[in-house]
């Protein structure tokens, strides 16, 4: 899985950090996922611990996108075979469905084929019926590549603003907050077109705490922000948005266009959502593979979240307090943990890239012998095209540089010169970032 594995694997501690991040990718694979979820026998189909009698339907039909859709999608043809009556889903990366069509997208920023392709996935739930049951795959990317502008704003006005609020170092929660308000799919709208179909959504989550509301913008899921609460971020973070997104976002405040479906709406009568994978999943892959290797391994959160170099450091201070004292855990160790950071990019010519910026403060900060690594899951950190980095403490050679490097934002272009960074390519799946920290025993 990653491609310049060889060139990485420096030292044993190097390579069970590599082993955890492989085994965490791994354990969020689409297909993986959802035949953990999802099963049938004869005509029932059970998600969770629901079921489903699959002869009270004239069609199932599968819509949704995201960067795991396509896997998800492929398992589910596997499961419900013939029972299929097609459906429409939007991916970052060409899948190799059957039944369902899958259309190539574009992310971060959406693009106009995401808007053709989600305009037919609406399509489709607009013409479902009571006698339909509707499968709505939601993972990571979603909010990118399901989109549908709202009222008469354009296309170049959802880029700008998502490119802005992007490079704000906003949060995901708030960014959807923002989306499901600019959008005629997100914050609930799609289970509001379904109706009266039966809807089970199928989350793949890449949000930190796993908010089904925040997953994909959450088009399944009961929207309880407003449109103040959109208008609110962009004054929170001294952002401005698109003409046409504040005249937009005011409209909606003041009444003028209907807010996005809150809890008790009616649309969400026969709608059921499933979390079918999470960043905790791939955590706890990553601790099996540790302890076999002989490592104390130690999950110490999947909810990371904040700037990327900052957050680094209480991550090495555990490192260095399990070298010298023992505490929290006795090395060998390792240390897990996952969420998303995010960067705020202040630096002239620098992309920000966060799991790169962990990596870079954390051996910048660090004076032990610990490895540190860290990844986004998707095979793509923020908009470079590795997936993340691996160090240590003796890949710093040039104290001012690095921290220039970091202060610039551009800490991807110092690993990438040293032969730091983790090269995946797409991996198929997101639920987020995963940080691994590997203390060797100190006597070793």
Do not use: W
């Not at 069609?59 to 429409?88: C, F, M, N, P, Q």
């Not at 979603?142 to 992007?166: I, K, V, W, Y």
């Not at 809890?263 to 026969?270: K, L, Q, S, T, V």
């Amino acid at each position: 899985m990653i491609r310049n594995r060889a060139t990485l694997a420096a030292s044993s501690a190097h390579e069970v950090a590599l082993d955890c991040i492989e085994a965490a990718i791994d354990a969020a694979a689409p297909d993986v996922a959802t035949r953990s979820a999802v099963s049938r026998e004869g005509e029932t189909l059970t998600i969770g611990e629901t079921t489903y009698d699959l002869d009270s339907y004239s069609d199932v039909v599968v819509v949704g996108g995201g960067k795991a859709a396509g896997g998800v999608t492929r398992a589910l043809e596997s499961i419900l075979g013939d029972r299929l009556s097609g459906g429409h889903v939007v991916v970052k990366q060409a899948a190799d469905t059957d039944t369902v069509r899958s259309s190539v997208g574009d992310h971060p920023l959406p693009s106009d084929r995401n808007v053709e392709a989600t305009t037919d996935i609406l399509e489709t739930v607009d013409d479902a019926d009571e006698d339909t049951l509707v499968l709505f795959v939601l993972t990571g990317g979603a909010s990118a590549l399901l989109s549908a502008p709202a009222g008469e704003l354009t296309l170049e006005a959802l880029q700008t603003t998502t490119d802005r609020l992007l490079s704000g170092g906003v949060a995901i929660e708030e960014i959807n907050a923002v989306r499901k308000h600019l959008s005629d799919l997100k914050g609930g709208q799609i289970a509001r077109r379904a109706a009266p179909a039966t809807v089970a959504g199928l989350l793949l989550s890449d949000v930190v705490g796993n908010d089904r509301s925040t997953i994909g913008s959450g088009p399944s899921v009961p929207d309880e922000t407003t449109y103040e609460d959109a208008l609110a971020v962009f004054d929170r973070y001294d952002l401005t948005p698109p003409p046409a997104v504040r005249k937009h976002l005011e409209a909606g405040r003041d009444g003028k266009i209907p807010e996005t479906p809150f809890p008790d709406d009616p649309a969400f009568d026969r709608v059921r959502n499933y979390l079918v994978g999470d960043n905790a999943t791939a955590l706890e892959a990553a601790a099996v593979v540790a302890r076999d290797a002989g490592y104390d391994p130690l999950v110490l959160t999947s909810r990371l979240r904040g700037e990327a170099r900052e957050v680094a450091k209480p991550l090495v201070a555990i490192a260095e307090e399990a070298t010298s004292t023992g505490t929290p855990v006795e090395p060998p160790a390792v240390l897990l943990a996952g969420g998303e950071t995010t960067v705020t990019v202040t630096g002239d010519g620098g992309q920000g890239d966060p799991n790169q910026e962990f990596v870079r403060s954390g051996a910048l900060d660090h004076g032990g012998d610990a490895v540190i690594a860290a990844v986004d899951t998707d095979g793509e950190d923020g908009s470079s095209v590795v997936a993340g980095a691996i160090a240590d403490a003796t890949v710093i050679d040039d104290r001012e540089r690095a921290r220039e490097a970091l202060l610039a934002n551009d800490a991807g272009s110092y690993l990438s010169a040293v032969g730091a960074t983790v090269e995946t390519g797409p991996t198929g799946t997101n639920v987020n970032d995963v940080a691994v920290l590997v203390v060797p025993d100190s006597t070793e």
